[in-house]
């Protein structure tokens, strides 16, 4: 019988053909390498939280970035740098950014930025002539149905207007209350300075004034209506103080889209016109009769945005059929890099065309000028993300009354089929859209 526990564990490990173990080293040996591990986490967990040794050498950095690597354990450095660039702020990658933020250099370029209605495009609306000269018809009846812009317009209309991202007018008139008229001028218009509201209210964001009313009074009404244009915060295109001002676009940044306006005019076709020419020293009009500056300044507005429009007081009044001048100078707006052309001065509608891949009405008519029943409408762009012409519309109306209204029905029908009677090479569908 065995005596002990150890007796049978040699009879064992005997049997087993082994030697028994040294318990004493056994001990020792486990000892050291617990010991060992704990060194060995101790010195992970420093690395961890960015501690180390006063002297370590080369060679222990080397170790602790490998035991980082291995257990996917954060440098200290480029923790602290990104703790760092939480606080910074977002950095603007869009096209514009730099430009928006130099507000000195937006308002020595004409730089204007505006809200977009939707994310995925931008609206561009357009309408010919209109009038708030004091003594006409129109703005006669406006005060007798009580002053405000609802007498001129219907609420469906102005919704239209007030929600294109970008709504461009012809001012065809002067804000004075100086001057003396033009001699021997059939017609010649001034409108209190404070009708410049009804601009606001109809939602107008830029009016063109290149056109042979708004020297009516001389060039102190045409230096009045541009204060008063200035004053109420309203851009214009198309005259200046200055031959400088007067060939300046007016750019709006929409959507980080940069759109370029141009506006010049042909009327009068004079050597020496009663509406002034803008010259290095004297206030007056960007005219482009025998005139090639036009181009150069459409070359030079596509070079820095990403879509121009060409708006031009042209043609022959009560005319449906362009005539030669319009002709000859619209291949040219296109070839110098106009995106569209807007057209209007013939006081009625003129068609509706392509010049290669660049829309083109020739005439927009009165909008909102007098009190002669007449179809108009508006002429409505979209814009895709890239700058680039998604959809063109035109928009049937008709002025009656001493009022405007956008139709619909059997009326819209009929107004668009005198659109397509004049617009050959082009679709008019139901809704207005223009199809090449």
Not at 29 to 39: D, E, K, P, S
Not at 69 to 84: F, N, P, T
Not at 98 to 121: P, Q, W
Not at 193 to 210: H, N, T
Request: glycine share 8%; with cysteine; hydrophobic share 35%.
């Amino acid at each position: 019988m065995l005596s002990s526990w150890e007796e049978w564990d040699n009879i064992t490990y005997m049997n087993k053909g082994r030697k028994k173990p040294n318990l004493i080293l056994i001990f020792l040996l486990t000892l050291t390498l617990t010991i060992g591990a704990g060194v060995g986490v101790l010195y992970v967990v420093t690395i961890h939280r960015g501690q180390s040794e006063p002297e370590a050498t080369d060679r222990d950095r080397d170790n602790g970035q490998a035991v980082a690597q291995v257990y996917d354990i954060e440098d200290s450095s480029e923790a602290e740098k990104e703790e760092q660039s939480v606080d910074e702020e977002p950095v603007d990658n869009s096209k514009y950014g730099k430009i928006l933020a130099d507000e000195e250099y937006c308002a020595e370029n004409r730089i204007y930025a505006i809200d977009a209605g939707y994310d995925d495009e931008v609206s561009l609306l357009f309408a010919g002539d209109i009038s708030f000269a004091d003594g006409y018809a129109n703005m006669e009846t406006l005060k007798q149905r009580g002053g405000e812009i609802a007498a001129a317009f219907d609420d469906n209309t102005l919704e239209i207007m007030q929600s294109a991202d970008i709504f461009m007018v012809n001012n065809e008139f002067t804000y004075t209350s100086r001057g003396t008229p033009t001699e021997e001028k059939a017609f010649t218009f001034r409108g209190n300075p404070d009708y410049v509201r009804y601009l606001k209210d109809i939602g107008a964001d830029v009016v063109s004034v290149a056109n042979n009313h708004v020297y009516d009074y001389g060039e102190v009404s045409l230096l009045d209506t541009l204060d008063t244009l200035e004053g109420a915060g309203v851009p214009y295109v198309g005259a200046g103080r200055n031959i400088d001002e007067a060939v300046k676009p007016v750019y709006f940044i929409v959507n980080d889209i940069k759109i370029a306006l141009v506006s010049a005019t042909q009327i009068e076709r004079l050597d020496n016109p009663d509406t002034k020419g803008a010259t290095a020293d004297s206030a007056g009009t960007f005219r482009c009769w025998n005139n090639d500056r036009i181009y150069d300044v459409i070359k030079d507005a596509a070079a820095q945005s990403d879509y121009v429009v060409a708006y031009i007081h042209w043609g022959t009044e009560n005319e449906e059929i362009p005539d030669w001048a319009q002709d000859k100078m619209a291949p040219k707006l296109a070839e110098a890099g106009a995106d569209l052309i807007i057209g209007d001065h013939p006081h009625i509608l003129q068609k509706i065309g392509y010049i290669g891949s660049t829309p083109i009405i020739y005439s927009l008519g009165n909008y909102w000028f007098n009190s002669k029943t007449l179809d108009t409408g508006l002429l409505e762009v979209t814009l895709d993300t890239e700058g680039h012409t998604n959809t063109v519309r035109f928009i049937p109306a008709i002025q009656s009354g001493c009022r405007t209204v956008v139709v619909n029905g059997a009326e819209a029908e009929r107004v668009l089929d005198h659109m397509r009677e004049l617009s050959g090479g082009v679709t008019i569908d139901s809704e207005g859209y223009i199809h090449k």
